[in-house]
């Protein structure tokens, strides 16, 4: 158990739809960091927070966004879903910005399956 | 910036043989490294990391990775692989600035084992 939580662990929904996918950071993590995961494009690291304030950006689509708030958890929310928007969303925290601060610890995923 | 090489897409062992999988980085001084497992449907966990000191670096699992600084990689060994080892396997790196700069993972290789 990294200490990393997401909810849900499993959503299904259909195209057109909004989600919005949470993430608790592990105790005293500064760092919140989202990533996505499907077959074709492997590991694509989506978007950083660092203590409520975006601190870098991946490959985010314009209908993703995401916040992180005073209590350090994150949510990120997908909008206007498509079918290619199926795959594993992650979710990493790491105690800092820099270095061997940036250790990431990794939750369970939250699985999105768009019908 | 530093980037991440994982050459081998998929690794099909025998159960008891020896495994390595190779991992090259690119970055202009030292990085932090780090090895991460996935197992089917399940979120990255942490096998082993480098920092600085001992270029072999023992992990969890029985693995182990040696930091070549003229070879820039940081090979991940196993002697004698289990089948509860078939899993997709991450190679990450991390800048020792003190800006903000988030680990850069591989695309990861696959590792199958058989009887």
């Known amino acids: 158990d990294s200490g990393v939580t997401q909810t849900p662990k499993h959503l299904i929904t259909a195209t057109g739809q909004r989600v919005t996918l949470r993430c608790s950071p592990r105790?005293?993590?500064?760092?919140v960091y989202w990533y996505q995961q499907s077959l074709d494009q492997g590991l694509q690291f989506l978007i950083q927070?660092?203590?409520?304030?975006?601190?870098a950006k991946g490959n985010i689509l314009e209908r993703f966004s995401a916040q992180q708030f005073p209590d350090l958890h994150s949510e990120l929310n997908l909008s206007s879903l498509e079918l290619g928007d199926s795959a594993l969303y992650f979710c990493?925290?790491?105690?800092?910005?820099?270095?061997?601060?940036?250790?990431?610890?990794f939750g369970p995923g939250t699985r999105l399956t768009v019908l | 910036a530093q980037s991440v090489t994982q050459p081998d897409i998929h690794i099909t062992v025998s159960e008891g043989a020896s495994l390595e999988l190779r991992c090259n980085y690119s970055?202009?001084?030292?990085?932090?490294l780090f090895w991460y497992v996935q197992s089917p449907g399940q979120g990255l966990q942490l096998l082993l990391k480098?920092?600085?000191?001992?270029?072999l670096v023992q992990g969890i699992k029985g693995f182990e990775a040696e930091f070549k600084r003229s070879q820039s990689s940081f090979n991940l060994r196993k002697p004698s692989v289990h089948w509860s080892d078939a899993a997709e396997y991450f190679c990450?790196?991390?800048?020792?600035?003190?800006?903000?700069?988030?680990?850069?993972f591989g695309k990861g290789t696959r590792l199958s084992v058989i009887a």
């Open positions: 990493a925290s790491s105690p800092g910005l820099a270095g061997r601060y940036n250790e990431q610890f």
């Open positions: 105790s005293g993590d500064l760092s």
């Open positions: 927070y660092y203590n409520g304030e975006e601190r």
């Open positions: 970055y202009g001084a030292t990085p932090y």
């Open positions: 480098y920092f600085s000191g001992d270029t």
């Open positions: 990450a790196v991390g800048a020792r600035s003190t800006g903000n700069t988030p680990l850069v």
